[in-house]
């Protein structure tokens, strides 16, 4: 019996040792960015929204994302934060999109960023802060913060 438990131990250590790109720190951060708020449904005291998001992936291999914390605000005030435990693979080098729909009572504000949303050729400044958990078995966190600036007619289909 402890001779078979040894060896499982490691065939184990032996399969992990591929994975030593999980643990050591040479995988570049991926680049989240905010694509396109969409305004769902507004009424005074409940709005929704859907958000887009797009993930880069820089690294030599997929990128597996287990959750995402986020905090987002547009031209200064707080659209919304929560998680999402969206779970998704984004191949080498590749990208992939996936939408938040998101639920907030934005009723002091609502008036502005509907204005902002419709002015298709003005940019609407935004500001992302969260972090990713990634990894299959043992993942890591990595933390994002990005500005930016969105324009709602860029993402309009013609």
């Known amino acids: 019996m402890i ?11 032996i399969s992990l040792s591929g994975c030593t ?11 989240v960015r905010l694509v396109k708020v969409e305004v769902v449904k507004a009424k005074l005291l409940e709005q929704r929204f859907l958000l887009r998001f797009r993930i880069d992936n820089p690294n030599d291999s997929s990128l ?10 547009l031209n200064d005030v707080e659209l919304a934060d929560g998680e999402t435990s969206t779970r998704f693979s984004v191949p080498a080098h590749s990208s992939h999109e996936f939408e938040i729909p998101v639920r907030t ?3 002091r504000h609502l ?3 509907v204005r902002a949303l ?9 500001s992302f802060q969260g972090s990713v958990k990634t990894g299959l078995l043992f993942g890591s966190r ?3 913060s990005r500005n930016g600036e969105i324009i709602p007619g860029d993402y309009l289909p013609e």
């Open 111 to 113: 008036k502005g960023i």
């Open 21 to 31: 790109s999980w643990f050591s720190g040479d995988l570049q951060k991926p680049v």
């Open 118 to 126: 419709e002015k298709l050729d003005q940019p609407i400044r935004y």
């Open 105 to 107: 009572n934005l009723w």
């Open 3 to 13: 001779i078979i438990s040894k060896a499982f131990l490691l065939a184990l250590l």
């Open 142 to 144: 990595v933390h994002l």
């Open 64 to 73: 597996s994302v287990r959750s995402l914390d986020y905090r987002v605000t």
